[in-house]
T-cell receptor
Framework: GESVGLHLPTLSVQEGDNSIINCAYS??????FIWYKQESGKGPQFIID?????DKRQGQRVTVLLNKTVKHLSLQIAATQPGDSAVYFC????????????FGQGTRLTINP | NAGVMQNPRHLVRRRGQEARLRCSPM?????VYWYRQLPEEGLKFMVY????????ESGMPKERFSAEFPKEGPSILRIQQVVRGDSAAYFC??????????FGPGTRLTVL
């Protein structure tokens, strides 16, 4: 079946640097994508979302980019802080049928002091 | 303004026992979703419910697993005759119609 996947399982960055987390998706019919942050022992926390009629969306210190041509999604975090350390998941919402989310494996982001 | 609530947070069961996991959606949300997460993996969809209706259960194992979302009270995920392979974190999410899914803190099930 089609699924969402991530390029890198781990990413380490220095505090204050920018980080980029990538995600590839395979369902070209999907029209809604979400990034979640999951800290150890907690549930996924919504960060930012984007619909397929957009190619960029900005939040507070975060930006999501969507490239439908190559079916690629990325999350940029500016000026990373220790509290940004977590596992980041991209998720894809199927267009047809139920509104279930298909999650990627996740990228563990570690912020070095 | 409470978020999605799940209880218990941790549940230990012996093989063959039943596990009941509860989820109360955010206020104003009528859509509930259950997901399962194994260690170091992403979440896997199990079932999508609205009040008194199962909309999509394509991710639910055919046997031993059931879910409900009654008119009154929380949504329940029920696992009968648990086996060690059922050990996982179970997350509930809720949304308004076509809205963003917000997740609860999860129930960590351990089967001895």
């Amino acid at each position: 079946g089609e699924s969402v996947g991530l390029h890198l399982p781990t990413l380490s960055v220095q505090e204050g640097d920018n980080s980029i987390i990538n995600c590839a998706y395979s369902n070209s019919a999907s029209d809604y994508f979400i990034w979640y942050k999951q800290e150890s022992g907690k549930g996924p926390q919504f960060i930012i979302d984007i619909r397929s009629n957009m190619d960029k969306r900005q939040g507070q210190r975060v930006t999501v980019l969507l490239n439908k041509t190559v079916k690629h999604l990325s999350l940029q975090i500016a000026a990373t802080q220790p509290g940004d350390s977590a596992v980041y998941f991209c998720a894809e919402e199927e267009v047809q049928g139920a509104q279930k989310l298909v999650f990627g494996q996740g990228t563990r982001l570690t912020i070095n002091p | 303004n409470a978020g999605v609530m799940q209880n218990p947070r941790h549940l230990v069961r012996r093989r063959g026992q039943e596990a009941r996991l509860r989820c109360s959606p955010m206020k104003g949300h009528s859509h509930v979703y259950w997901y399962r997460q194994l260690p170091e993996e992403g979440l896997k969809f199990m079932v999508y419910l609205q009040k008194e209706n199962i909309i999509d259960e394509s991710g639910m194992p055919k046997e031993r697993f059931s879910a409900e979302f009654p008119k009154e009270g929380p949504s329940i995920l029920r696992i009968q005759q648990v086996v060690r392979g059922d050990s996982a974190a179970y997350f509930c999410a809720s949304s308004s119609q076509r809205g963003t899914q917000y997740f609860g803190p999860g129930t960590r099930l351990t089967v001895l």
